[in-house]
């Protein structure tokens, strides 16, 4: 057999091996697919924990206001300016003009 003989063959099997390599590298399912999906769920488990926390602070404050009559206070103080009974309110201004509370 000639060397341009065993070149073709060669050439040929070169071209089914790359052809059977793309898949696996790039193709869906393949590693690049497979490090794209891995990236998501990194960022969407950080979004769940974060998620997490800020429902356990909202739930606590759901609780503060069900059962204890300070949260509510405090935030119809804070919210809403009220004031109890037989006390005064001073409002304090700054020299910008803006008011202080």
């Known amino acids: 057999m000639s060397s341009s003989g065993v070149k073709i063959p060669l050439y040929i099997l070169l071209g089914i091996l790359l052809g059977l390599q793309y898949p696996l590298w790039l193709g ?7 490090w794209r999906l891995k ?32 949260a509510l ?11 109890r009974r037989g006390e005064t309110f001073y409002q304090l201004i700054e020299r910008d003009g803006q008011p202080r509370r």
């Open 28 to 34: 869906d399912g393949g590693l690049l697919s497979h």
């Open 39 to 70: 990236q998501e769920i990194s960022a969407q488990k950080a979004e769940n924990a974060r998620l997490k926390e800020r429902n356990a602070a909202l739930e606590a404050e759901v609780r503060d206001l069900k059962e204890g009559y300070e």
């Open 73 to 83: 206070e405090e935030r119809a103080r804070s919210e809403l300016g009220m004031v």
